[in-house]
T-cell receptor, first 112, second 114 residues
Framework: GQNIDQPTEMTATEGAIVQINCTYQTSGFNGLFWYQQHAGEAPTFLSYNVLDGLEEKGRFSSFLSRSKGYSYLLLKELQMKDSASYLC?????????????FGDGTTLTVKP | GAGVSQSPSNKVTEKGKDVELRCDPI?????LYWYRQSLGQGLEFLIY????????KSGLPSDRFSAERTGGSVSTLTIQRTQQEDSAVYLC????????????FGPGTRLTVT
């Protein structure tokens, strides 16, 4: 099975940088996703990592270390609109490729 | 084209009744996914379809839950004899196929069982 851990809540200041960590233990790994979910809305895709290393996309970057079962999402130049829940999810392997297992999400609050 | 749509947006039902939730994926997307999200929780995988086939039904919580997809498009999730613990937001997503990593989510159906 899959076990995914991420902090429940984080707070940061507008303009700052925040790193949201995610650790996972899996029986089969085929990539890791990060999604953003604003309150009352559906999740939206942020990033997907399947190889080790850093993927940068504008203000958001995502890092993966498969050997350590570890990922982080880095948000730079924080804006008030970045206040949301950030979901880490692991994708299954082979016949489970369509199955993604999600963590409980990290609620980020950005303060002025 | 249009995004993923779901209906109804809200459903209140009495314990013991059956409910049917509908999902219309993005046109051309062959993979379709159902998730459940309880308040303050992450997404719980229920089932996914590649075309009309469901390779993985392992997430369905009990035999009261079933899903089907016909014509490779619309999918319905049926919950029989609803229980209060079934109250949650049911989210549907679609992707080009099951190997595509980006899933596009619908707005969800908020189910309340009284």
């Amino acid at each position: 099975g899959q076990n995914i851990d991420q902090p429940t809540e984080m707070t940061a200041t507008e303009g700052a940088i925040v790193q949201i960590n995610c650790t996972y233990q899996t029986s089969g790994f085929n990539g890791l996703f990060w999604y953003q979910q604003h309150a009352g809305e559906a999740p939206t895709f942020l990033s997907y990592n399947v190889l080790d290393g850093l993927e940068e996309k504008g203000r958001f970057s995502s890092f993966l270390s498969r050997s350590k079962g570890y990922s982080y999402l880095l948000l730079k130049e924080l804006q008030m609109k970045d206040s949301a829940s950030y979901l880490c999810a692991v994708r299954g392997l082979n016949t489970n490729a369509g199955k993604s297992t999600f963590g409980d999400g990290t609620t980020l609050t950005v303060k002025p | 084209g249009a995004g993923v749509s779901q209906s109804p947006s809200n459903k209140v039902t009495e314990k013991g009744k059956d409910v049917e939730l509908r999902c219309d994926p993005i046109s051309g997307h062959t993979a379709l996914y159902w998730y459940r999200q309880s308040l303050g929780q992450g997404l719980e995988f229920l089932i996914y379809f590649q075309g009309n086939s469901a390779p993985d039904k392992s997430g369905l919580p009990s035999d009261r839950f079933s899903a089907e997809r016909t014509g490779g498009s619309v999918s319905t999730l049926t919950i029989q004899r609803t229980q209060q613990e079934d109250s949650a937001v049911y989210l549907c997503a679609s992707s080009f196929d099951q190997t595509s990593y980006e899933q596009y989510f619908g707005p969800g159906t908020r189910l309340t069982v009284t």
